[in-house]
């Protein structure tokens, strides 16, 4: 029978056995570590065992596709043993961490209204459309695709989980990984908003009477990484993205969260990243909303998949890049990012900013991409969506030179794919 991974059942069964060590009489500092195994080992899973049977405690996560390592709660005491164990090669804090940056006050969330511009859409979806159902952001970037496919392509949301009463949201599978490493469980629900936001700009349904996405309809994985407050754990994100890979038929992860970092030491999910890129998904991120360079921000500055940036195009009008956006050689693309409308948990509507919410209209469009184009590969996702992007829109250049980068051209990208 394997042990409770609780601190005081760990205590009990470990100090009853006459162990004696004073590093395990204090378990009230437990706290989740990654734990990485050197390349030598080829089974994680007999590893991982093995080590938890040493110190009494159950792993949260056994990894088995992305990563070879675990995580496991721990004292930093029992993580200073845990390294000195043999094939062990690094063992890694991983605090609960804020992952959703604050923006600047007058771009906080706000009050729906429908007043974005209407635009004449184009294709099968068309007569379903209602007034104003096209958010001025997608409009901009020549969103959403309206021709319904057969087999869309699924994209999984790396967030505060999604509404899945929502009607206008098709959300087929949900896993919290918050609750397994310990968080207040939230099935079916998003108890921040911000998830159910970022899924509504991926794919919102037509209604007639809502909020259109860039890829309407299409299927959506709620993976809850963060919590009600908007803070997470790497190795949640990284069992997440083992999850996608036990589920092929996702092509496309938007994750719309981060936080400074330290670029100067490599960090496990940098790595297992690389390593769902290189299996053929396409890994969306934001750029970040702390109006600095990527260069000190992560996910973003590892300059994978697409890092998506925020313009000013609220109301229909282009005013320049958004105050808070971060930018930097890791970013390469732009998108609407301010006053963007979506869906929001309760079945309604709002508004929200941030890179955040950019980086949603992108993975929309990739996901559009890959159903019409199932072979291409990240790089071809990545080269047509630039080659095709537009470039001289207001604010792209100037005297900073911070925003080199195109703004997605939605149609053109989508015209590159074979049908």
């Given amino acids: 029978m394997r042990r409770s991974k609780m601190g005081v059942l760990v205590a009990a069964s470990l100090l009853l056995a006459g162990c004696g060590e004073d590093w395990l009489a204090d378990l009230t500092g437990l706290d989740m570590y990654i734990v990485q195994f050197s390349p030598s080992v080829t089974d994680s899973v007999a590893e991982a065992n093995e080590i938890s049977d040493i110190f009494g405690v159950e792993p949260t996560y056994i990894y088995r596709h992305l990563f070879n390592g675990f995580a496991m709660p721990m004292t930093p005491r029992m993580a200073e043993r845990v390294q000195r164990q043999r094939h062990v090669e690094e063992v890694i804090l991983d605090p609960n961490r804020p992952q959703l940056p604050d923006i600047p006050s007058d771009e906080l969330p706000m009050p729906d209204n429908p007043n974005d511009p209407p635009r004449d859409p184009p294709r099968d979806l068309e007569p379903l459309l209602g007034d104003n159902e096209v958010p001025s952001a997608l409009a901009r970037v020549g969103g959403p695709y309206l021709t319904t496919p057969d087999d869309p392509c699924h994209i999984a949301v790396f967030d505060t989980g999604i509404d899945a009463s929502h009607r206008e949201l098709n ?149 320049g890049f958004a105050s808070f956006s971060n930018f930097g050689d890791a970013v390469h693309v732009t998108a609407p990012g301010v006053r963007v409308r979506s869906t929001m948990p309760g079945g309604g509507h709002g508004r929200k900013s941030g890179t955040s919410m950019s980086a949603p209209i992108v993975a929309g469009a990739a996901a559009v991409f890959l159903t019409l184009n199932p072979e291409a590969s990240v790089e071809d996702v990545r080269r047509a969506m630039l080659s095709t992007g537009e470039t001289g829109y207001s604010g792209q250049t100037g005297a900073s030179g911070r925003h080199p980068e195109p703004m997605l051209n939605a149609p053109a990208f989508w015209a590159r794919a074979p049908r």
């Fill in 171 to 319: 959300v087929v599978a949900e896993l919290d990984l918050v609750a397994r490493s310990g968080g207040t469980p939230a099935p079916g629900s998003d108890p921040h908003s911000h998830g159910t936001h970022v899924a509504g700009t991926i794919a919102a349904s037509v209604t007639g009477d809502g909020v259109a996405g860039m890829a309407p309809g299409f299927p959506l994985h709620a993976i809850r990484v963060l919590n009600e407050n908007g803070s997470g754990r790497v190795s949640d994100t990284i069992a997440g993205l083992e999850y996608v890979v036990e589920n092929p038929e996702i092509c496309v992860v938007n994750m719309s969260l981060g936080g400074r970092a330290d670029l100067s030491r490599r960090h496990p999910r940098q790595d297992v990243m690389e390593e769902l890129e290189r299996r053929g998904v396409v890994i969306v991120t934001s750029a970040g909303n702390d109006g600095s360079d990527t260069a000190s921000y992560a996910p973003a500055g590892y300059g994978l998949g697409l890092v998506v940036s925020a313009y000013d195009a609220s109301d229909g009008t282009d005013k």
